[in-house]
């Protein structure tokens, strides 16, 4: 069983940065693809970034290309998300999850997920 936890969420200002961690258990970036999501209230579940095993291939949602950066270390079992140029559309629960399927951003690729962090930015 894969076990995420997300973590960096927070308050910030538009224009400000945020990093988000999302710890795994052993070996789990080895093995998924690992993807960030992210739901407002009222809102469907939209896939934001997505990376390989291998952390050659990745894929971001238009919404944050040239804004945020996922990345990984696998040796420390994290995946992150640096986000910049925060915008108060950015504003909502984050979730990292895991799938086997390569480089796509739709939840339904996907069979882990954690429990979020929670970004507001505000204008």
């Known amino acids: 069983q894969v076990q995420l936890v997300e973590s960096g969420g927070g308050s910030v200002q538009s224009g400000g940065s945020l990093r988000l961690s999302c710890a795994a258990s052993?070996?789990?970036?080895?093995?998924?693809?690992m993807g960030w999501f992210r739901q407002a209230p009222g809102k469907e579940r939209e896939g934001v970034a997505t990376?390989?095993?291998?952390?050659?291939?990745?894929g971001y949602a238009d919404s944050v290309k040239g804004r945020f950066t996922i990345s990984k270390d696998n040796a420390k079992n994290t995946l992150y998300l640096q986000m910049n140029s925060l915008k108060p559309e950015d504003t909502a629960m984050y979730y990292c999850?895991?799938?086997?399927?390569?480089?796509?951003?739709?939840?339904?690729?996907?069979?882990?997920w954690g429990q979020g962090t929670q970004v507001t930015v505000s204008s």
């Open positions: 999850a895991a799938g086997r399927v390569a480089l796509v951003l739709r939840p339904w690729a996907y069979d882990y």
């Open positions: 052993k070996y789990t970036y080895n093995i998924y693809y």
């Open positions: 990376i390989s095993p291998g952390g050659v291939g990745i």
